[in-house]
């Protein structure tokens, strides 16, 4: 993939071309946790792209699922430590009712190798990023160019 | 205090795999690892990948912190935190 997208990047350009590079990561099992503070979600880091003038960017697919009255499950996104976009599911509000969101998280950044991870925390009860091989599958994908 | 363990298991149910050994660790220790409500509480945490093997993270908090603006839950040290040895034998 990354060499089509290079490919298209050159044609007709006068050769220049471009530096792609594409960083992915998925997530093969579901994440919980009980904690009101931020925890990083097990596995769910990437390295981007470390490109001179280069931009990058960042997004995270997943479903954020909790299922305790009243409760609500926030996302970040982290990039060396500074919190960079942020998302959060429904307050599922019901009796014993459950709130299951797609969550997507976006940056535009410079592609300088920094570390992006994705963290939650939950108001109460237990939240998820929830994974499942066949119909969810978590991701966290940083696209340079430069 | 923060434990990293690695238990040799694996489930259909995270959510119900979370809550069956959660239940274990504060029904043993009397400790509550969970807000029932936002304003709860709690001694610690537990976060958990279901993959195989699980890796569960369990967290005991080191000193009593009221509610503030990153957390409304009310954080309460353990007078004796517990080791890593008996939470193993727990899980």
Do not use: R, W
């Not at chain 1, 009101?36 to 479903?63: E, L, Q, R, Y």
């Not at chain 1, 108001?123 to 696209?143: D, E, H, M, R």
């Not at chain 2, 509550?32 to 908090?61: C, M, R, W």
């Amino acid at each position: 993939m990354t060499n089509c997208i290079q490919a298209a990047f050159s044609s007709g350009g006068g050769g220049g071309g471009a530096t792609v590079e594409i960083v992915e990561q998925s997530q093969s099992g579901s994440f919980t946790t009980t904690s009101t503070t931020a925890v990083d979600i097990t596995s769910f880091t990437i390295t981007k792209p470390d490109i001179t003038d280069g931009k990058c960017f960042t997004f995270a697919t997943f479903a954020g699922y909790n299922d305790d009255n009243s409760t609500t499950n926030t996302y970040f996104l982290d990039d060396n430590g500074s919190n960079v976009a942020v998302g959060m599911t429904q307050e599922d509000g019901g009796s014993g009712g459950y709130a299951n969101n797609n969550i997507s998280l976006v940056d535009l950044s410079v592609a300088d190798g920094n570390t992006a991870k994705i963290k939650m925390l939950v108001s109460a009860g237990t939240g998820s990023c929830y994974g499942n091989n066949t119909y969810t599958i978590p991701k966290l994908v940083a696209f340079g160019v430069g | 205090m923060k434990y990293n363990l690695i238990k040799n298991t694996s489930c259909d149910d995270p959510k119900l795999c979370s809550h069956n050994i959660m239940e274990k660790l504060e029904s043993k220790l009397n400790c509550k690892l969970h807000a029932d409500k936002k304003n709860d509480t709690v001694n610690g945490s537990i976060s958990i990948y279901h993959t195989q093997p699980h890796q569960i993270i369990i967290e005991f908090y080191d000193k009593n912190e009221g509610s503030n603006n990153i957390h409304a839950t009310k954080f309460n040290k353990l007078s004796k935190i517990p080791t890593e040895s008996e939470i193993k034998k727990i899980i």
